[in-house]
């Protein structure tokens, strides 16, 4: 995990994915947020796996 200062972003979700969110949020006992960060670090990682990139 970084310890680089956290800034705030804003997405738009369609409400079936939202739904869902909140859903698993509930159920994993987890915040939105984290989810969020959790799905952009995975989909990073994946990214720079694909491009040959370090972390």
């Known amino acids: 995990m970084t310890t680089n ?3 705030p972003l804003t997405i ?3 409400e ?12 994993t ?11 952009i670090r995975e989909y990073l990682a994946k990214q ?4 040959g990139k370090a972390s």
């Open 5 to 7: 200062k956290a800034v």
């Open 12 to 14: 738009t979700l369609d």
């Open 16 to 27: 079936a994915d939202r739904a869902e969110l909140d859903q698993l949020a509930k159920i």
């Open 29 to 39: 006992e987890r915040s939105l947020a984290h989810l969020a960060r959790e799905a």
């Open 48 to 51: 720079r796996a694909r491009l």
